[in-house]
């Protein structure tokens, strides 16, 4: 296919969903999944880190089989993105340009507020700039879900030690999500909702807020 016909096809939505861990993500995913395939839309839903040799690299360093710096590990994020962007085989770009939807379990957003908590938000956004010059979503919805209710959540599925110690990093990481969304506000089409409330009622409120977004 040559270049002129490729841009006459019409692009796939790309939806990217963030929050802190247990938030409700891939709850409202596969909500929000099901309602489109009701609807005659065929999603592609993935996440990130991916399950591509970097992610696995993830994967196991957050598991602490191998240790690094804060530093390597927002690297790796980024590596894992861009894979994830561009791959041959199953890459967003690829997906969007033949005009499927996509909705992703995290994208650029969770770097700016998981990894500013330990280095500049300023090296973080510059560190994955290929990524959002390539893709941004056109539409990030955030589930803003209280700290105290997400690790609620994560305890009664996980047997978690340190519930403290990840209730106080989740503050943080909540506090840095809400700093990137205010810098890049000119740039970014994020909504936000209330994630501490009966999954079918943040299921509405997402369709409702997103519906009008989706060509
Ligand atoms: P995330 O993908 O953001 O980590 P999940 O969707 O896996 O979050 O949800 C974490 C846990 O909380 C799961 O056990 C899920 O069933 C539960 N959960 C998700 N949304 C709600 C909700 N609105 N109310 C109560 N429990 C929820
Ligand atoms: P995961 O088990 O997939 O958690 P969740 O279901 O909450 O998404 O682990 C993802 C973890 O990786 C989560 O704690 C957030 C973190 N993360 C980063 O630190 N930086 C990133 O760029 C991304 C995408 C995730």
């Given at each position: 296919m040559n270049n002129?016909?490729?841009k006459n096809v019409n692009k796939g939505n790309f939806i990217a969903f963030e929050g802190i861990d247990g938030s409700g993500k891939s709850t409202q995913i596969r909500m929000l999944d099901a309602r489109m395939k009701e609807k005659g839309i065929y999603?592609?839903?993935?996440m990130e880190p991916t399950d591509s040799p970097i992610g696995s690299l993830i994967h196991q360093i957050m598991m602490g089989r191998i240790k690094t710096d804060n530093k390597v590990i927002a690297a790796l994020f980024v590596a894992d993105r861009l894979d994830?962007?561009?791959n041959d085989v199953n890459g967003i770009v690829n997906k969007i340009n033949e005009g499927t939807t996509v909705i992703t379990d995290r994208y650029y957003f969770?770097?700016?507020a998981y990894h500013s908590v330990d280095m500049p938000m300023d090296w973080v956004i510059k560190a994955n700039e290929q990524s959002s010059h390539i893709l941004r979503p056109t539409v990030t919805v955030f589930i803003d879900t209280s700290p105290d209710t997400a690790v609620e959540r994560i305890a009664k599925n996980r047997f978690h030690q340190e519930l403290f110690e990840k209730k106080s990093r989740l503050i943080k990481v909540r506090e840095?999500?809400?700093e990137a969304f205010d810098r890049l506000k000119e740039e970014e089409c994020v909504i936000k909702v209330d994630g501490n409330r009966s999954e079918q009622e943040i299921a509405e409120e997402i369709w409702?807020?997103?519906k009008g977004f989706l060509k």
């Open positions: 002129t016909k490729k999603c592609y839903t993935t994830h962007l561009l969770s770097s700016y840095k999500y809400m409702q807020k997103i």
